[in-house]
T-cell receptor, first 112, second 113 residues
Framework: AQTVTQSQPEMSVQEAETVTLSCTYD???????LFWYKQPPSRQMILVIR??????QNATENRFSVNFQKAAKSFSLKISDSQLGDAAMYFC?????????FGTGTRLQVFP | DTGVSQDPRHKITKRGQNVTFRCDPI?????LYWYRQTLGQGPEFLTY????????KSRLLSDRFSAERPKGSFSTLEIQRTEQGDSAMYLC???????????FGQGTRLTVV
């Protein structure tokens, strides 16, 4: 079965600093996709970044990048130059052929 | 396109009543997902459609839950004989193909009293 584990219920970072959110997953598939989604308070979930498992190069989207370690089944999210607007719940998710499976989330607080 | 829309946004119902939620996905998206999210938790998968075919149902989806997607367009999620444990946010998402970004609606918050 597909599982996604986020071991950090809460993280905090100072504005302009860098923070890394951890995620591990388990899948028996060789072809899959990994995602980080952001859910701001009382707002809908939006995609932060996406990684295709067959690609060795780590995905990057502006201030957001991932460290994808396929053998270790690890998929961490690095947020550089943190901004107050980055404060939200962050969910790691994996997808094989169909459904998205989410982790339990990490609440990120950003302090001025 | 205005994105994924869900209706209603909030629903308060008495225990034992039936409720139905609607999701309108992005028009060209053939994949549609329903999730349930309780406070402080990640979304739990309920069911998934590809076009009008319901391809997978979670074991979380008891016999009281049913979902449809007639003609592969909008979808409905019905909960019969609601229980207090059904209180949660029900999220709908759609995507174009496997591995593509899933776009989420704002959810329907159900409170069973």
């Amino acid at each position: 079965a597909q599982t996604v584990t986020q071991s950090q219920p809460e993280m905090s970072v100072q504005e302009a600093e860098t923070v890394t959110l951890s995620c591990t997953y388990d899948t028996s598939e060789s072809d899959y996709y990994l995602f980080w989604y952001k859910q701001p308070p009382s707002r809908q979930m939006i995609l932060v970044i996406r990684q295709e498992a067959y690609k060795q190069q780590n995905a990057t989207e502006n201030r957001f990048s991932v460290n994808f370690q396929k053998a270790a089944k690890s998929f961490s999210l690095k947020i550089s130059d943190s901004q107050l607007g980055d404060a939200a719940m962050y969910f790691c998710a994996s997808q094989n052929t169909d459904k998205l499976i989410f982790g339990t989330g990490t609440r990120l607080q950003v302090f001025p | 396109d205005t994105g994924v829309s869900q209706d209603p946004r909030h629903k308060i119902t008495k225990r034992g009543q039936n409720v139905t939620f609607r999701c309108d996905p992005i028009s060209e998206h053939n994949r549609l997902y329903w999730y349930r999210q309780t406070l402080g938790q990640g979304p739990e998968f309920l069911t998934y459609f590809q076009n009008e075919a319901q391809l997978e149902k979670s074991r979380l989806l008891s016999d009281r839950f049913s979902a449809e997607r007639p003609k592969g367009s909008f979808s409905t999620l019905e909960i019969q004989r609601t229980e207090q444990g059904d209180s949660a946010m029900y999220l709908c998402a759609s995507s174009l193909i496997q591995g593509a970004e899933a776009f989420f609606g704002q959810g329907t918050r159900l409170t069973v009293v």
